[in-house]
């Protein structure tokens, strides 16, 4: 008989972490919790600083506390890697790739899908994972719907995503970041709304500096931080200035 374990990929968002408090309450078999940070450098994370510090101080504790295994991935590869990885074929050979373009991520296949799969692929038993999808999100659920090893907790509970967000806050497991955005993801991604990148430019200037500076970077096949709108982070930078601005003239006439 095929021995099974039952793992769950928490990103320490709401629907991941509120997939592990449903297992916790409907006695859900839940052999280990696996996380995957994704590195900006071999320093730095490319988790908001105040998420990371939720999940390291907060989240894991919490899990670990009710006798959950808790297993943290550190991938060889970083952003920086990726960033600065130079093309051997085509048009660009000698080019860095520079900025990833958005739905075609270099960081997110390298840097947290590829050390993930191959945790998996070292396992000696055969592994289901529970996937944080809500019952509202029915696009993901179809691409999960024919797999024998990803489950959805909140399918099978009929959770959306407001509910797994309450969820989390009756725990008080509920992410910072959830104060000025609906999403997670990397500092850097180029998917990030402005509410996300005025956060970043507001609270972690460092963070937002490093991105100014790899704009400058020479010899870059994707030289802005939104390669697919071809918006940088310069024209970013612009755009807040002026906002502030226009905010301090009418706080003044007021």
């Known amino acids: 008989m095929i021995k099974i374990k039952y793992v769950a990929s928490c990103s320490f968002g709401k629907d991941s972490i509120a997939t592990v408090?449903?297992?916790?309450?409907?006695n859900e078999p839940l052999d280990e919790i696996v996380y995957c940070e994704v590195?900006?450098?071999?320093?730095i994370s490319g988790e908001l600083p105040e998420h990371r510090d939720f999940i390291y101080n907060k989240a894991i504790p919490a899990f670990e506390s009710w006798g959950y295994k808790v297993t943290v991935l550190k991938p060889e590869k970083n952003y920086m890697d990726c960033f600065h990885h130079k093309t051997i074929r085509g048009k660009s050979v000698g080019m860095k790739k520079g900025f990833v373009m958005p739905g075609h991520c270099d960081v997110q296949r390298d840097c947290k899908l590829k050390p993930i799969k191959e945790y998996w692929k070292s396992q000696s038993k055969e592994v289901v994972q529970y996937i944080g999808i809500a019952v509202d999100e029915?696009?993901?659920i179809d691409r999960i719907a024919d797999t024998k090893n990803k489950v959805s907790l909140l399918e099978k509970y009929g959770y959306t995503e407001e509910m797994a967000k309450e969820k989390?806050?009756?725990?008080?497991?509920l992410s910072p970041i959830y104060e000025f955005t609906n999403r997670g993801g990397c500092w850097f991604c180029p998917n990030a709304?402005?509410?996300e990148l005025r956060h970043l430019r507001?609270?972690?200037m460092d963070l937002w500096d490093k991105l100014?500076?790899?704009e400058e970077t020479p010899n870059l096949i994707g030289n802005k931080w939104n390669t697919l709108t071809q918006t940088s982070i310069h024209d970013k930078e612009e755009q807040f200035m002026w906002e502030d601005r226009q905010m301090n003239i009418f706080d003044y006439l007021n």
């Open 202 to 204: 507001n609270n972690h």
């Open 193 to 195: 709304r402005d509410c």
């Open 168 to 173: 989390c806050i009756e725990y008080g497991l």
């Open 138 to 140: 029915p696009k993901r």
């Open 39 to 43: 590195m900006f450098d071999k320093d």
């Open 212 to 214: 100014l500076e790899l």
């Open 21 to 26: 408090l449903l297992a916790r309450e409907h």
